[in-house]
Nanobody, 124 residues
């Protein structure tokens, strides 16, 4: 079992930055592909970014490319999402997820473990 706990969310203004963290426990996640998803009110949960455990290859949804950066510190069992130039449309609950596969997946069904989420609110 893997437990995931997100932190770092908050209320910011458009153009500001935030760094989300996801601390893993229960099992080392060095051999798990990790991802960030988000869910805005009334919308489905969507993929934001992912990072594989082999080679650390990354993938992003088009709307965050160039603004968000996903990274991982396997020694600390922690996943990060650096979010710059935030926009009001980035407002959502952000979730981290883990899957015991070597490649990034884009759908929620392909992830095995989930955190409880952290709220990010961007005001205009």
């Amino acid at each position: 079992q893997v437990q995931l706990v997100e932190s770092g969310g908050g209320l910011v203004q458009a153009g500001d930055s935030l760094r989300l963290s996801c601390a893993a426990s229960g099992r080392t996640v060095s051999r798990y592909t990790m991802g960030w998803f988000r869910q805005a009110p009334g919308k489905e949960r969507e993929f934001v970014a992912g990072i594989s455990w082999i080679g650390g290859s990354t993938s992003y949804v088009d709307s965050v490319k160039g603004r968000f950066t996903i990274s991982r510190d396997n020694a600390k069992n922690t996943l990060y999402l650096q979010m710059n130039s935030l926009k009001p449309e980035d407002t959502a609950v952000y979730y981290c997820a883990a899957r015991a596969r070597s490649t990034v997946a884009l759908t929620t069904q392909e992830y095995d473990y989930w955190g409880q989420g952290t709220q990010v609110t961007v005001s205009s």
